[in-house]
T-cell receptor, first 110, second 115 residues
């Protein structure tokens, strides 16, 4: 069974707008990670937020984590066409395992 | 910098055939993983190897076997392929997850079709 569930499953916005994706999970975690997957390619790590952190920034990315609600959000500001991809959250449950959600498919329209 | 290399990139099998997917990493990582990706299912862990000489089952191990040949290489074998194993397979590696909560580095995937 999947640990993380992304919402929405698909998102289409205009270039320059902000994109927000959400991830919910079920059990306690060590950390939560976000990955990007371009069509036909492998996943690329974007950002990691630890369970004792509430917010983290990396360039145009902002991730929040609310452990009381078991949820996280990924905000991409000032979107570009190159941001078109699928985005996955993944939760680290104990040692050695990352469990991925089903992903959000983001389309940036020019 | 090669990172994680998977071969082959594409493969078509007939039901009952066997094959081995190869994976190698050049980052001196201890941990390696095999995932499968199906539409609407995200990535599911098949097997992982925390360190050279050890392997453990993931979420969906049935129908697969793995070998951690050395620190660099981790192969996935389908002994008797079934149509349900049609999927995209990804190999990944990391430094020990439990120690430092490291990120995964992924290969570019193998698209497998079983007819």
């Amino acid at each position: 069974s999947q640990q993380g569930e992304e919402d929405p499953q698909a998102l289409s916005i205009q270039e320059g707008e902000n994109a927000t994706m959400n991830c919910s999970y079920k059990t306690s975690i060590n950390n939560l990670q976000w990955y990007r997957q371009n069509s036909g390619r492998g996943l690329v790590h974007l950002i990691l937020i630890r369970s004792n952190e509430r917010e983290k920034h990396s360039g145009r990315l902002r991730v929040t984590l609310d452990t009381s609600k078991k949820s996280s959000s990924l905000l991409i500001t000032a979107s570009r066409a190159a941001d078109t991809a699928s985005y996955f959250c993944a939760t680290a449950q104990g040692a050695q395992k990352l469990v991925f959600g089903q992903g959000t498919r983001l389309t940036i329209n020019p | 910098n090669a990172g994680v290399t998977q071969t082959p990139k594409f493969q078509v099998l007939k039901t009952g055939q066997s094959m081995t997917l190869q994976c190698a990493q050049d980052m001196n990582h201890n941990s390696m993983y095999w995932y499968r990706q199906d539409p609407g299912m995200g990535l599911r862990l098949i097997y992982y190897s925390a360190s050279e000489g050890t392997t453990d089952k993931g979420e969906v191990p049935n129908g697969y076997n793995v070998s951690r040949l050395n620190k660099r290489e981790f192969s996935l074998r389908l002994e008797s392929a079934a149509p349900s194993q049609t999927s995209v397979y990804f190999c990944a590696s990391s430094r020990p997850m439990g120690a430092t909560n490291e990120k995964l580095f992924f290969g570019s995937g193998t698209q497998l079709s079983v007819l």
